[in-house]
Every structure is written in structure tokens, then in C-alpha cells.
């Protein structure tokens, strides 16, 4: 999709070359022209008086204005237009702009993000931007899908900040100009019998005086209301979940300090290479190791991933795809699996790397997709008797979105070499909060209980 944007960038780039092109000529012309026609007008009697003077004029007139008449019809970039052609059966269809739509106002609602904060006034200062042009078609979308409280919203956003944009010249010309928003904003509101409706009509209206079907419209909707009123559709007070607010960062404070601590205690030689890690929480226990994964092991395993074989390769989701990886498969990851140990204080994990990449837009829980997927027969994840942690290694930093939930209020944001782990067998939720921008890329590992 980016190299096709990109093309029809380079052939509108192309058509406008061709046009600065004719501009050029046409400015040439125009300064000859206005230079015979100021002298003239310095003496018109005298100017005209001489022959040849007339006949230059009577010349240009008779003859040249037929030739800039041909010129003036004449396409500016036929090929241009032609390319262009060609490629608009490539573009995204209703479908997946229908879809984009819908996953653009779920996440903002998950969030609680509201429009009005998503409308940068600088358009290109925030990673969270849309123009009032982007409001004003997806408040259209959530209309035709009767969502008339969410597309007043959308629209509201759209009209209000119309002139702010600096792109505000091109709407006119893609057939969003200002009167219609606010018309389609009455809209929206008359189907919520809110009497703001009015409002936006008048503001059409100002915008475009002498639209017959517009004062029809605003008519009919005016006569409606006074002839038969009806109670206003108020919005739906939030009501976010646990989880929402755990995403959202709203999470209560712990009575208690983080703990903080150096782990010597595992195996001899940490006792003059001790690791740092953070005490999260007792019950479950859960503990972080910051910065415990190198840069060198991260590339060494990004690099696994995307050499990983087909047959090593699954999809747990739509959305979350993955790579098993024996533990077997390098020095590095042996190296990495034993470290996990000393981590963990533990003897023995699972005989596999699970690296997981994950661009979900709705809150998924990993270990779930795990325990009830058909795709790992070799891993007894029906139930957790057999599993004493869950480790995950963070390979990529997340910065909107993307954070690790767990129960009490534990949140955890994605950075790149950090090593989360959870003691227990209980299935304890660890849910992943919707990504706004980029993908999530995870390792994870199972540690197993000791044999009897």
C-alpha cells in the first residue's frame, strides 16, 4: 500500500511539473502582451495611428487568441492522467476503508481517547493525528453504520477545526466543503433530537447562502421538530472495565514500595555477576530483570525469526503470528535459555523459544491462546499443573499502546532487553493492551515444575 501511495505521489508530482510548465509559458506571454498593451495606453490615438502598430494588434487579436483557446483546452499531463487511471483499481476498496474506520473509533473509545485530541492543530507533532478531513469521513461512516452518537462526535470535531488545517484549501476540491460538514452534522444531531441540530443547519446555511436544497432540507427538519418533539438522545456514560483502565495507565497505587534487589543468591558464579531485578509483586510473584537481554542476542534473534522455516511458523490469531525455535538452535540462545535459569532459580524449562509478534487492536491474553491452541501437541498447556513461571522477553520497545496487564495492578510497558517472569501454575491473566503504533515482538518460555 505504501509503494502504491508513493506512486501516485511521483504522478502527481509529474502532472504538476507539466503544469508549472504551461504556467511558465503563459506568465512569458502574458508579460510581452502587457508591455505592447501599457505602452499603448500611454497614447492611444498615437499608438494606433501607426500602421504597424495596428496591424501587430489586429494580428494578435485575429490569430493568437484562437491559438491560446486550443492551448488552454489542451490536457496539461495526458500520460498523467492516464497512469492515474491505471491505478485506482489498486486502492484500498469500501470494505477495508469500512473497516479501518471501525477499528479507529473502537480503539479511541478503548482508550478514551476523545476526537477533539486526536485533531492536532500542528498536523505533524503528534503520532496520534487526524485531520478534520479524516473526522469528517469517518463521522459519515459511523452514520451509514447508525452509530448517530459516535458520528455527531466525529463530526462536531470536523467542523469545528475545518479552518484550523492547514490542508483546509484542498477540501472544497475533494468534495468536503465546510457547509456540507455542518450539514451532515445537523443530520446527525436531528437523529438524536438535539436541538443543536438547528445550529449546524444555520451554519450551513451562512457557508452557503443560496443552496435550495440545503434550506429545503433545514426547512423540513425545523417543521418536523416543532410539529412533533421528541426527547434528545444524550451520550452513553463510560463505563470502562478493569482492563480498560489497567491500559489506560489508570491503575491504583500498591500500597508498598517497588522492591529492588541484585539476584546472587541462584548459582555461585552470580555472586560476582550478580543480576538486577525489580520485586513487582508477591501473589503471583512476579519479577522483572531489566536490561538482562544484549543488544547482540536481540539481533541474533530477530534474525532467527525472519529466516524462521514455514514449518516452524503459526498463527495463534488474526494478528498474532509467531516462530518456534529450539532452544538448541544457537550457542546465543542456549546462552539466553540459561540465564533464564539463573533467573528463575529454577532447573529445567521447556525444550522451546516461542517468539511471538503481535499487531492486535482489541486486548488479547497470550498464555490463553497458548493452553488452547492445537497447534503445540508436544506442549501439555491444557492446564498449567506441569508449568512453574512464564517468561517473556521483551524484544521491542512498544511506546503507544502495547502494555502488559497482570491482576493488582501490575502494568508493565514493553522495553527492548527486559525479562518478565511469573512463578506459579495458577493461570493468572496477563493480558496485552491494543497497539497504536508499530507491532509488539515477544519471546516467550515456559519453565517447568522439578521431577519428583
Not at 478531513?133 to 459516535?150: I, P, S, T
Not at 445537523?186 to 451554519?203: I, M, Q, T, V, W
Not at 502488559?404 to 493468572?428: A, D, S, Y
Request: glycine fraction near 6%.
Amino acid at each position: 500500500m505504501l509503494n502504491l501511495e508513493r506512486g501516485l505521489l511521483q504522478n502527481l508530482r509529474d502532472y504538476a511539473e507539466k503544469m508549472e510548465e504551461k504556467i511558465s509559458l503563459i506568465n512569458n506571454s502574458l508579460e510581452e502582451y502587457i508591455d505592447d498593451i501599457e505602452e499603448a495606453n500611454r497614447n492611444p490615438e498615437m499608438y494606433l495611428s501607426n500602421p504597424l502598430n495596428s496591424f501587430r494588434l489586429i494580428r494578435h487579436m485575429h490569430q493568437d487568441w484562437v491559438g491560446w483557446q486550443v492551448y488552454m483546452e489542451e490536457p496539461v499531463a495526458p500520460d498523467a492522467v492516464e497512469k492515474l487511471e491505471r491505478l485506482l483499481p489498486q486502492l484500498p476498496h469500501k470494505e477495508a476503508f469500512r473497516n479501518a474506520a471501525r477499528e479507529v473509533h473502537s480503539l479511541t473509545q478503548f482508550y478514551g481517547y476523545e476526537p477533539a485530541d486526536l485533531v492536532a492543530k500542528n498536523e505533524r507533532n503528534s503520532s496520534l493525528h487526524l485531520s478534520p478531513l479524516d473526522c469528517y469521513h469517518l463521522g459519515l461512516e459511523l452514520y451509514e453504520d447508525q452509530d448517530y452518537r459516535g458520528a455527531a462526535k466525529w463530526l462536531q470535531v470536523a467542523a469545528h477545526n475545518y479552518t484550523i488545517s492547514r490542508r483546509r484549501d484542498l477540501y472544497d476540491l475533494l468534495g468536503a466543503p465546510r457547509w456540507q460538514v455542518y450539514r451532515d452534522l445537523g443530520r446527525a444531531l436531528h437523529k438524536l433530537n438535539r436541538p443543536s441540530a438547528f445550529d449546524a443547519y444555520e451554519s450551513a446555511l451562512r457557508l452557503d447562502s443560496q443552496n435550495v436544497h440545503l434550506m429545503k432540507e433545514a426547512g423540513q427538519m425545523e417543521l418536523f421538530g416543532l410539529r412533533d418533539p421528541m426527547e434528545p438522545i444524550l451520550d452513553l456514560e463510560p463505563t470502562p472495565t478493569v482492563l480498560d483502565k489497567y491500559c489506560r495507565g489508570e491503575v491504583p497505587r500498591i500500597q508498598g514500595r517497588l522492591t529492588c534487589e541484585l539476584n546472587d543468591w541462584v548459582h555461585p558464579f552470580l555472586v560476582y555477576a550478580p543480576i538486577k531485578y525489580e520485586d513487582l509483586q508477591q501473589d503471583p510473584f512476579t519479577i522483572l530483570y531489566p536490561g538482562s537481554i544484549y543488544e547482540q542476542e536481540i539481533r541474533h534473534v530477530e534474525n532467527a525469526y525472519e529466516r524462521c522455516p514455514p514449518n516452524a511458523r503459526f498463527d495463534l490469531k488474526q494478528g498474532i503470528t509467531g516462530c518456534s525455535i529450539s532452544d538448541g538452535y544457537s550457542p546465543v540462545l542456549k546462552r539466553i535459555n540459561e540465564r533464564i535459569l539463573d533467573m528463575a532459580g529454577e532447573e529445567h524449562t521447556w525444550e522451546t523459544f516461542y517468539i511471538v509478534e503481535h499487531s492486535q487492536l482489541t486486548p488479547f491474553e497470550p498464555f490463553k491462546l497458548f493452553r488452547n491452541s492445537t497447534k503445540f501437541p508436544k506442549l501439555n498447556l491444557l492446564n498449567f499443573e506441569d508449568v512453574e513461571a512464564k517468561v517473556i522477553i521483551f524484544l521491542k520497545d512498544v511506546t503507544l499502546g502495547g502494555s502488559f496487564t497482570m491482576p493488582k495492578g501490575v502494568l508493565v510497558q514493553p522495553k527492548r532487553g527486559n525479562v518478565l517472569i511469573t512463578f506459579g501454575n495458577k493461570e493468572h491473566s496477563t493480558s496485552i493492551c491494543p497497539i497504536i503504533e508499530g507491532t509488539g515482538l515477544v519471546m516467550i518460555k515456559f519453565i517447568m515444575k522439578k521431577d519428583e
